[in-house]
């Protein structure tokens, strides 16, 4: 099994102020297609979680680009630009590479 | 617009059985992967169990042997057949879709969750 590991836990932020949050997986997502097979998602209070990024660094469709994944390998992050005050929530990273697997989840707070 | 509907959940004694149903519209139900993940109180998010739009099956290992997945594509209706169920297995179950395969990625619509207790 993939091991997903999230860093920090919990994340406090000014509106529009910079966020990232760290994903490592314990053994490289690289495919032999090319492809590197991370997802992340957000879920808001009281709602099911939604795909905001997949394969490590494509938006899904209407996800603001103030969002942005990056890394590689076993490495990644997600990033936001400016947070607002609706990015609370829990973000996860999964890795789709085999059985899937999530990340504990880091949870963010707007100050 | 793609829709996920959950149901069959409730409140069943430790050793018991339930059946989910994950209820789809909105997109070719037939040719999509398709998945179970759990959430119990508090805590984050756990994969379960998914079926290809070819029938490949996958189970997380802490299901295997207890859970089943299938679909019924003449109604588009997604399964899962839970026995032998466990204190640890009460949660909030969501169905998703995944957006391609292979391998599959991307659980791009996801259902509201329907409620499993298991306690006696």
């Known amino acids: 099994e993939i091991v997903m590991t999230q860093s920090p836990l919990s994340l406090s932020v000014t509106p529009g102020e910079p966020a990232s949050i760290s994903c490592r997986s314990s053994q490289s997502l690289l495919h032999s297609n090319g492809n590197t097979y991370l997802d992340w998602y957000l879920q808001k209070p009281g709602q099911p979680p939604q795909l905001l990024i997949y394969l490590g660094s494509t938006r899904a469709s209407g996800v603001p680009d103030r969002f942005s994944g990056s890394g590689s390998g076993t490495d990644f992050i997600l990033k936001i630009s400016r947070v607002e005050a609706e990015d609370a929530g829990i973000y996860y990273c999964?890795?789709?590479?085999?059985?899937?697997?999530f990340g504990q989840g880091t949870k963010v707070e707007i100050k | 617009e793609v829709q996920l509907v959950e149901s069959g959940g409730g409140l069943v004694q430790p050793g018991g059985s339930l059946r989910l149903s994950c209820v789809a519209s909105g997109f070719r139900f037939s040719s999509s992967a398709l998945t179970w993940v759990r959430q119990a109180p508090g805590r984050g998010l756990e994969y379960v169990s998914t079926?290809?739009?070819?029938?490949?099956?996958y189970n997380a290992d802490s299901v295997k042997g207890r859970f089943t997945i299938s679909r019924d594509n003449s109604k588009n209706t997604l399964y899962l057949q839970m026995n032998s169920l466990r204190a640890e297995d009460t949660a909030l179950y969501y169905c998703a879709k995944f957006d391609s395969c292979y391998p599959c990625w991307g659980m791009d619509a996801w259902g509201q969750g329907t409620s499993v207790t298991v306690s006696s």
């Open positions: 999964m890795q789709a590479l085999q059985v899937w697997t």
């Open positions: 079926i290809s739009g070819d029938n490949y099956i």
